[in-house]
C-alpha cells in the first residue's frame, strides 16, 4: 500500500463529511512536522480523482457526495456517456447533455454529479470538475475564413470544437491540407480551443495520408527508435550455436509454416506424426521471442508501448523492428530458428492424453501457402501435390486430426461464427480496384483449430502449476441482452431454449445449426454476434464463453501480440520443482494493469484498422452515385436502416427522411421499421436493393436509397407534376415529351 492509499484508507475510517485542511488535520491526529507533506499528498489525491475539493475549500469522497469519477465519450452529436472507472454502484454508463459537458472533450478524465435517475432507464449526470485531458494532439483538415481567420476541423467527429489557429502557429499549412495539431490552450465557456500546427501531412487525395491520418488519430508509433533497432541488429541474423545448447533439437522433425501469400512473419510451425498406439502427436513450435526481447530493454518497452501490430490493407505496423520480427525470430524455411514448443498427444476420439513443453530449435522444411495446401488437401490438384509430393501425407494427417479436433470441440458448444470479412485489391498506385470477399479454405481451419488447442493446453498448464500470467477470457453474455436476444428471435418463431440466468455456449452453437440455411440465419447470426461480450485480457483464468474453454490464453503470436510474450516469460519461469512465493509474487505484480492496458491497446489497432478500411470503402463508392446494388440490412434504428452490399461488403445508411412513402414506426422488440400506412416492414437481414445517394468522404459515409421508394416517391411526384401543368395550360405541353430530371442516373450494378 502507498502513502496515498493509506492516508485515503484513514480519511475513509475517520472522517464522516466534507472537511477542510485543518479538519482533516485533527480527524487523523497529525503531528506538526508532517503537514506541510500531507497537504502535497492531499493533492495528489484530488489529482486523481479519489478526493474532490468542493466549495467552503472542503474536501470529501465523491461516492459519498453522488459523484462519480470516469471517461467522457463524446457522441458527434453534441452529448456524451461517462464511463465509470467503478462499477460497484453503477453497472451502466452515465448520459451527459451537451449543455452539462462543461467544455469536457472526448476521453477527458472528469467528475460528474448524478443529476436524475430515470427508472428502468438512464441515469443523467453533469461534468463538475475535468481531472485530465485526454486530447493533447489531434488531426485535422486546416481552413480559414473570409476573414483570414485560421482554425482547424477535427478529423475525429467525437472533438465537436473547431481549433482556432494564431498566424504564428500555422507551420506553411494550406486551406483543405491534413495538419496534426497540438492543443495550447483548452476550451472555455466562450472560447474554442486554441493549437499550432506541427506537422502537415498534405492532401487527402494523397496516397498513404490515410493511413498517416490513422496512425496520429489513434496514436499509434509507426517508427521504432534508434536504441530498440540497434538491440535488434546486435542480435544478429542467424541463430548461434550457443543458443542452442540445452534445449531440445525438433531438427530431424518434418516441420512447415502455413501462413497467408503476403505474410513475412511467421510466427508458428507444425509437427506432426502417428504414433505407434494410433494417437497423434501435435507439435506446435512459436518462435521463442522471449530468449531475445528481455524484460525492461528498449525492444521490450516499444513493444508493450504498441500491445500489437498493425495491419492496414497496404501495410502492416509492426510490433518489432522488422530485423527481428521478419528476421531472426520468424520461422522462415531452411535456417534454425529459436521456438517454444507444446507437444500434444491426442487420442483418436480427440482428447489430450498428455503435453509437453520444451525450450527447443527448429529447422523448417516448407514455407507454405493457404491456397497450396488448400490445393493439395480440398482440391486435389495435381500439379501442387506432384510439387510438394514428400509432405503430402503431412497435410492429410493435419486433415484427419483438424477433423476429430473440430468434432469435439463442437460437442463442447464452442461456437463458430462464419463471419466473410472485405479484402482489398489495390491497384498500381496504391488505391482501391475492388473489394471482394476473404477467402477461407481448409488449411485456415486447420492452423486456426491447431492454435487453439495449443492455447488451451498451455493455459491449464500455467493454471494447474499456480504460474500468475495473462488469460484470454470472453465472459457470459449479459443477462440483460440475452434476454433481449431471446426476444428478438420468438419473433421468428425459435428460441434458445435455456434456463433463466443460465444460458451455456451449448444453447448458441444449438440455435445456429438449427437456423442453417434458413431465411432467417442472417438476421439472427448478426444479433447473436452483438449478444456476445468483447474478449479481453485477464490476470485470472476466468473461462472463454466462445470457445467452450475454462481456460484459454494466447501463446502462439509473440511476433506480435505482447500478451503472447508475457505467456512465454511465464512458461519460461517454471522451474523443474515448485515456484517460491517471492517469484511468484514478483510474476503477478503489475498482470492485472497488465491485462487492462494490452486489452485497450488491442481495442486501438481494432478501430484504426476498422475506421480505415471504413475510409477505404467510402473512396471506393465515390464514384458509384447513382448506382444500383442488392443488400441486406444489418442495423435497423429509429433514424433508418443500415445496409451492407453484398458485391463489395460496403456499408451505408438509408436515412428515415429518404423513405417519404410512408411514415414509418421503429418496432425495437423486433428490430424492424413499419410503415403505418402501407404496411412495409423492414426487418433486420431483410435483402434490399439500394442506390447509391451521395458519398460524404469528410463524415465517412454512404447515403444510400431504397429503390423501391425512390421510384414510387418519383413516379408520384412525376404524376402530381404532370396534373399540375394539364390544369394549367392544357395545351403547353401537347404532343410534347417531357424531359427527364437531371441527376437521376441509375446504371445497374455489374
Not at 494532439?137 to 486546416?142: D, G, I, Q
Amino acid at each position: 500500500m502507498t502513502d496515498s492509499d493509506d492516508l485515503l484508507a484513514r480519511i475513509r475510517r475517520r472522517v464522516v463529511r466534507p472537511a477542510t485542511v485543518r479538519e482533516l488535520e485533527q480527524a487523523l491526529r497529525l503531528p506538526r512536522d508532517q503537514r506541510r507533506s500531507f497537504e502535497r499528498r492531499l493533492k495528489k489525491l484530488v489529482a486523481s480523482g479519489t478526493l474532490v475539493r468542493i466549495r467552503g475549500k472542503r474536501y470529501g469522497l465523491p461516492e459519498k457526495m453522488n459523484l462519480i469519477v470516469g471517461r467522457v465519450h463524446i457522441n458527434p452529436r453534441g452529448f456524451g456517456f461517462l464511463t465509470p472507472e467503478s462499477t460497484s454502484d453503477f453497472d451502466q454508463d452515465i448520459y451527459i447533455a451537451g449543455t452539462n459537458l462543461h467544455q469536457a472533450m472526448h476521453g477527458d478524465r472528469v467528475v460528474a454529479r448524478i443529476e436524475r435517475r430515470v427508472q428502468h432507464e438512464r441515469i443523467e449526470g453533469r461534468i463538475v470538475r475535468i481531472l485530465d485531458r485526454r486530447t493533447t494532439t489531434l488531426v485535422a483538415r486546416y481552413d480559414s475564413d473570409e476573414s483570414g481567420l485560421s482554425f482547424v476541423v477535427p478529423f475525429d467527429r467525437r472533438i465537436i470544437m473547431d481549433v482556432h489557429i494564431p498566424s504564428t502557429d500555422r507551420g506553411g499549412a494550406k486551406p483543405g491540407e491534413i495538419v496534426v495539431v497540438e492543443l495550447t490552450r483548452w476550451p472555455t465557456a466562450t472560447r474554442n480551443p486554441v493549437g499550432r500546427v506541427i506537422e502537415v501531412l498534405g492532401d487527402l487525395d494523397t496516397p498513404g495520408v490515410d493511413v498517416e491520418i490513422m496512425l496520429r488519430k489513434h496514436g499509434i508509433p509507426d517508427v521504432h527508435g534508434p536504441s530498440a533497432i540497434r538491440e535488434a541488429e546486435r542480435l544478429g541474423a542467424k541463430v548461434r550455436d550457443r543458443d542452442c545448447r540445452g534445449r531440445t533439437d525438433f531438427r530431424s522433425m518434418t516441420t512447415v509454416t502455413i501462413d497467408g501469400e503476403h505474410a513475412r512473419d511467421f510466427d508458428d510451425a507444425i509437427t506432426l506424426e502417428r504414433l505407434p498406439s494410433g494417437n497423434f502427436l501435435l507439435g506446435v513450435h512459436i518462435a521463442d521471442v522471449s530468449h531475445y526481447v528481455r524484460p525492461g530493454s528498449e525492444l521490450d518497452r516499444e513493444a508493450r508501448e504498441r500491445g500489437t501490430s498493425v495491419y492496414f490493407p497496404e501495410r502492416a505496423v509492426h510490433m518489432f523492428p522488422a530485423v527481428l520480427s521478419t528476421g531472426l525470430c520468424s520461422l522462415n524455411p531452411n535456417v534454425d530458428r529459436l521456438v517454444q514448443s507444446c507437444l500434444i498427444e491426442i487420442s483418436e476420439r480427440g482428447k489430450v492424453v498428455r503435453h509437453e513443453l520444451h525450450d527447443g530449435v527448429i529447422h523448417s522444411d516448407a514455407r507454405m501457402t493457404y491456397e497450396d495446401v488448400s490445393a493439395i488437401l480440398a482440391e486435389g490438384d495435381a500439379a501442387v501435390r506432384a510439387h510438394y509430393a514428400e509432405l503430402v501425407p503431412v497435410f492429410e494427417l493435419m486433415h484427419k486430426l483438424f477433423e476429430i479436433l473440430s468434432r469435439r470441440r463442437r460437442r463442447r458448444g464452442s461456437i463458430d461464427f462464419d463471419l466473410q470479412e472485405p479484402e482489398f485489391v489495390l491497384s498500381e498506385t496504391g488505391s482501391v480496384a475492388d473489394i471482394t470477399a476473404t477467402k477461407r479454405n481448409v488449411a485456415h481451419c486447420i492452423i486456426e483449430e491447431f492454435m487453439l488447442i495449443a492455447n488451451e493446453v498451455v493455459a491449464t498448464h500455467l493454471r494447474d502449476h499456480d504460474i500468475p500470467t495473462l488469460y484470454r477470457v470472453h465472459d457470459s453474455p449479459d443477462v440483460r441482452k440475452v434476454a433481449e436476444f431471446e426476444d428478438f428471435i420468438t419473433t421468428f418463431g425459435h428460441s434458445l431454449a435455456a434456463p433463466k440466468g443460465n444460458t451455456t455456449p451449448k444453447h448458441f452453437q444449438q440455435l445456429a445449426k438449427r437456423i442453417k440455411g434458413t431465411p432467417e440465419e442472417k438476421p439472427i447470426a448478426i444479433m447473436m454476434l452483438r449478444t456476445m461480450q468483447k474478449a479481453r485480457y485477464d490476470s485470472t483464468a476466468d473461462g472463454h464463453f466462445g470457445l467452450a474453454m475454462s481456460n484459454y490464453t494466447h501463446f502462439t503470436s509473440p511476433i506480435r501480440r505482447y500478451p503472447d510474450l508475457v505467456v512465454h516469460r511465464a512458461l519460461r519461469a517454471l522451474p523443474k520443482k515448485r515456484l517460491s512465493t517471492s517469484k511468484r509474487q514478483q510474476l503477478a505484480d503489475g498482470l492485472p494493469d497488465l491485462a487492462m492496458e494490452t486489452s485497450e491497446l488491442e481495442r486501438r489497432a481494432e478501430e484504426a484498422e476498422r475506421e480505415l478500411v471504413q475510409w477505404k470503402k467510402v473512396r471506393f463508392m465515390s464514384d458509384k452515385v447513382g448506382n444500383e446494388f442488392e443488400g441486406y440490412l444489418i442495423g435497423v434504428t429509429s433514424f433508418g436502416l443500415f445496409v451492407q452490399l453484398v458485391e463489395h461488403f460496403v456499408e451505408g445508411l438509408v436515412h428515415i427522411s429518404s423513405m417519404a412513402d410512408d411514415y414509418y414506426r421503429f418496432i425495437e422488440r423486433e428490430h424492424v421499421l413499419f410503415g403505418e400506412a402501407t404496411g412495409k416492414r423492414y426487418r433486420l437481414g431483410d435483402r434490399v436493393t439500394v442506390q447509391v445517394i451521395r458519398v460524404d468522404m469528410e463524415r465517412h459515409q454512404v447515403d444510400l436509397g431504397l429503390v423501391d421508394i425512390l421510384e414510387s416517391v418519383r413516379a408520384s411526384e412525376k404524376h402530381r407534376g404532370a396534373r399540375r401543368s394539364r390544369a394549367r395550360t392544357p395545351q403547353a405541353n401537347s404532343g410534347q415529351r417531357r424531359k427527364r430530371h437531371k441527376g437521376r442516373r441509375r446504371v445497374r450494378a455489374r
